[in-house]
């Protein structure tokens, strides 16, 4: 099934990430991804660090003739969103993600794919592991925890990195560039309710359970304008 998606084409990119998302990967439950791209630059002889907060950067030289061009950072972040289909069955602490490809797509059985931002990840291993692709200086930032706090963008540490040029491969189309960003906050609101009485039937009264359920999920950020129904409006 995932030996499906190492035989597509560009290879140095779909075998990546069938390797990446054989590796569980949750914001915050990070440890077993940051040894895996650790292992993967250290393998290939790089220089590979990881600073406090658990964060990698992994430097690839220049190759021949690019030495004086300016050093690129590539970015992306290592870990995802674990969600699953209701009736599938699926234990994200212990299992890879289950790919497939269906006509032009890949697919994940029943759970989230993890292309966000994996197919950033294993784009950027595929150009530290090529030999054939004339490059400058590059920086491989991996950062953690985008998806619920940015707590590795935050805790990046100025000096780390040198480059002035910074791609972030985070993106949602691959026919733009985005060159400027407005920031995100993150704000927590707390409230209190009183719920309802609790409410003595009259006799001879029916109680009746409803569901909402079929619904087509969403991304927040992508799909918010759609008009999607809502369970609980
Ligand atoms: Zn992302």
């Not at 990698?56 to 289909?85: C, F, W, Y």
């Not at 039937?201 to 759609?226: C, P, T, V, W």
Request: hydrophobic residues 40%; aromatic residues 6%.
């Amino acid at each position: 099934m995932s030996q499906d998606i190492k035989q597509l084409n560009p290879r140095g990119l779909w075998s990546n990430f069938a390797d990446l998302n054989a590796v569980p990967r949750a914001s915050k439950r990070e440890e077993r991804v940051i040894q895996f791209i650790v292992d993967f630059g250290q393998r290939l002889g790089l220089d590979t660090s990881v600073d406090a907060v658990g964060n990698v950067l992994i430097k690839k030289p220049a190759t021949p003739g690019m030495e004086n061009r300016q050093t690129v950072v590539l970015q992306s972040h290592l870990d995802m969103v674990h969600q699953k289909n209701a009736a599938t069955n699926f234990d994200f602490a212990t299992e890879g993600i289950k790919m497939y490809v269906e006509a032009d797509w890949v697919k994940a059985e029943g759970t989230t794919l993890g292309a966000d931002n994996g197919i950033g990840v294993a784009s950027i291993m595929a150009v530290l592991e090529a030999t054939d692709i004339e490059h400058p200086a590059l920086e491989a930032l991996f950062t953690i925890d985008e998806e619920t706090g940015m707590t590795g963008a935050k805790g990046l540490e100025a000096g780390w990195l040198s480059g002035d040029i910074l791609l972030n491969l985070d993106t949602e189309d691959d026919d733009e560039l985005t060159i400027g960003c407005a920031g995100g906050i993150d704000l927590t609101a707390r409230g209190t309710y009183t719920p309802h009485a609790v409410v003595d039937l009259n006799e001879g009264a029916r109680a009746y359970r409803l569901s909402i359920k079929g619904l087509s999920g969403g991304h927040s950020g992508m799909d918010i304008h759609k008009g999607l129904g809502n369970a609980y409006k």
